[in-house]
């Protein structure tokens, strides 16, 4: 049978080191530079794919899925300076960046359904390979003076570039999922929610200054994260052939 | 209620996949190298909350376990004099310890390494010569050597064979003053050049970073035996490049400056008769691998020819340094562009061609302390940079020899 998949997610970076270009000299006060992630539901994205499924019986079939797949993730860093030690003038420099990267990822998974109905729920769970397609980041930096009487804007500004240097080609890890899937006869629909888990580091720790437009305008470089990405589908299979014959259940009550 | 689920997986189904479970181990061996030693490359920026502080970095050097010290400067932007401060950090550059130095004022490149220890030049507040130990541990560095007879010390080098030079001001006398002392700051030597015009203001804002820098250092060449030392400084009426004998200190030739226009910024000997002279005039730098410059008589600065790079900064600093990356010789010729960033050119030492060219950090403003050899075979490069646009702060790259190939 084949198909088309499509969707959304949700990207999680999971930080295992964090880096800062800024070290801080008076090391008693809160450190700036440091970067604060968005949560999961802060950075959408999509995906969608082509289904080609092996059914291997009535309960279990095996799927391998091409997935196009947008993921962005957000974090921000705050930066501040405040006048011989009082808060009476300061300034604060604050950056956003948004990182939009889209994979290539070849996911083979497992489906497990229960049931005999035509709504089905299912299990899934399987390997995925993924290949980095491009990498854009872009960045948002605003400029605060602010003194006891009130706070003005000193500049802001975005830029958006290459960012691919910053990421390892390839990612791989794991899938897990459940759904629900509805026979239709002529086609099949089905609902999944799916986890998947980067076990491998997305960051390239060999470019992590190899732009200079980030480490010399921005003050940043990627911290070592893997990708947590929960995803919600819809999808749609076509059977290719008469169904085969189920296989043997034997149900003892 | 028990499910008995009897499946049978048709051969092909099987082959099929054990490939698809086998392609991500593939896929993962096929990838190229990623990751790297936690210390090979890396850009720091040494912060401080205050915006009203300033700090303005002299040297650097790499010390036990591929850590590094820091030698600057550090004032509060209300006050003239900065104060010695220093930085202890770890191989990733990550602070260790700091500490500042109230008692004295003015501190100058290089630390000196000698008799096992780290030390500088620096001067109190009635302008007095002290050589200071630095403490690895993170003390305050403490006071090692007086020579209140020299005022406003200005940059010291070490020599190949041990030896130390100061090149200082003598205020009274309106001269430069080049001393020359052994390995345990006795003085061998101490001998003034002097100057025609009184250079105090010019060097006070020198030192206190009001005004322009001025491009003094010492050296050494050696075209023979003997060799001769040199020193760049105020001497008549304009800032010139003194060769003296090492013996004594007494002056053999002079390369003259244009008063406030034109003056050498760095020389390094490429070979046993072969220099490399950088220099500014008139806003325009020029770097000059195969000079042609006499020790033993008077010349001038304009003559001394070489290629125009309009890309460096005006009057840009520049250091030059004799090393071995990945298994060459190699000279070193650092400085800064018009447009903020670090530019290192890479010298043959025997023929003086330019190898290769690298470019370093970008948007602030930034120019350069100081560049060092480090143990892993790369450059440690010791810059100011002004955060944000802003504020003077210390900035520190770490580059592999990896990114040095050429």
């Known amino acids: 049978m084949i198909g088309l998949k499509g969707g959304i997610n949700f990207v999680q970076p999971v930080v295992t080191k964090k880096f800062n270009i800024f070290n801080p000299i008076n090391g008693d006060i809160a450190q700036s530079g440091t970067k604060t992630y968005r949560p999961f539901y802060s950075n959408p994205g999509y995906q969608y794919a082509f289904t080609a499924l092996y059914k291997l019986n009535n309960y279990m079939d095996i799927r391998f899925e091409p997935t196009f797949s947008i993921f962005n993730y957000k974090y921000r860093a705050d930066y501040f300076w405040i006048s011989n030690g009082s808060n009476s003038e300061r300034i604060d420099m604050s950056v956003r960046h948004l990182q939009n990267l889209n994979y290539l990822d070849l996911p083979v998974s497992f489906r497990l359904l229960f049931g005999s109905g035509t709504v089905r729920p299912f299990i899934q769970g399987g390997l995925f390979y993924g290949f980095l397609l491009n990498a854009i980041k872009e960045s948002q930096k605003t400029e605060t003076y602010s003194n006891e009487l009130n706070s003005t804007i000193l500049n802001s500004t975005t830029e958006t570039g290459n960012a691919v240097p910053l990421y390892v080609r390839s990612r791989y890890g794991f899938n897990a999922g459940a759904g629900f899937d509805y026979d239709l006869s002529a086609v099949r629909l089905t609902l999944d929610i799916n986890l998947n888990f980067g076990i491998n580091q997305v960051t390239n720790e060999t470019g992590r200054y190899s732009v200079q437009q980030y480490t010399g305008g921005l003050y940043d470089i990627q911290d070592n994260i893997r990708l947590f990405v929960p995803s919600i589908n819809i999808g749609i299979i076509f059977p290719l052939q008469k169904p085969p014959a189920r296989s043997k259940l034997v149900c003892l009550i | 209620m028990v499910i008995d689920l009897k499946i049978k997986l048709p051969e092909s189904a099987i082959s099929f996949l054990l490939l698809l479970l086998l392609l991500p181990g593939f896929f993962t061996m096929c990838t190229k190298k990623t990751e790297m030693e936690p210390d090979e490359n890396w850009v720091r920026i040494y912060d401080h ?31 003239v004099w900065p104060v010695p401060f220093l930085l202890g950090t770890g191989r990733e550059g990550d602070i260790i310890w700091s500490v500042y130095n109230e008692n004295y004022i003015s501190p100058v490149p290089d630390i000196i390494q000698t008799d096992g220890g780290y030390y500088f030049f620096c001067m109190d507040n009635a302008l007095g010569t002290h050589v200071l130990k630095i403490n690895l541990d993170g003390s305050s560095p403490e006071l090692y050597k007086s ?16 030896k130390i030079l100061l090149t200082s001001y003598n205020r009274v006398n309106r001269s430069t003053v080049l001393t020359c002392f052994d390995p345990g700051f006795s003085i061998i030597w101490s001998n003034e050049y002097p100057a025609i015009e009184n250079y105090e203001e010019k060097v006070r804002l020198h030192l206190t970073r009001q005004d322009s820098n001025f491009p003094f250092f010492t050296g050494e060449v050696k075209p023979d035996a ?24 007494e002056l053999t030739g002079v390369v003259n400056g244009i008063p406030y226009s034109a003056a050498a910024s760095s020389l390094i000997q490429r070979s046993d008769n072969g220099y490399i002279l950088t220099r500014f005039d008139e806003n325009q730098n020029y770097i000059n691998s195969e000079t042609s410059i006499s020790f033993v008589s008077v010349s001038n600065i304009t003559a001394m020819g070489g290629t125009s790079w309009p890309e460096i900064n005006r009057n840009a600093i520049v250091k030059s340094i004799k090393t071995n990356i990945n298994g060459n010789e190699i000279i070193v010729v650092s400085t800064v562009t018009r447009s903020n960033q670090v530019l290192i050119l890479f010298f043959d030492p025997e023929t003086g061609v330019m190898k290769a060219s690298r470019y370093f950090g970008s948007t602030y403003p930034v120019s350069i302390a100081s560049v060092t050899p480090t143990d892993e075979g790369g450059l440690a490069v010791l810059t100011r940079t002004y955060v944000a646009g802003r504020f003077s702060r210390i900035q520190l790259f770490k580059i592999s020899p990896e990114k040095l190939e050429f």
Do not use: C, H, M
């Open chain 2, 49 to 79: 909350s205050d915006y009203n502080r300033l700090f303005n970095p002299l040297d650097v050097k790499e010390i036990a376990d591929q850590n590094f010290l820091v030698l600057a400067s550090s004032k509060p932007d209300t006050t």
């Open chain 2, 147 to 162: 020579f209140a007879n020299f005022t406003y010390p200005l940059f010291a080098s070490k020599t190949t064979d041990g």
């Open chain 2, 226 to 249: 003997s060799g001769y030392y040199f020193v760049n400084g105020f001497y008549n009426f304009v800032f010139s490049l003194l060769f003296v004998s090492p013996l004594n200190g």
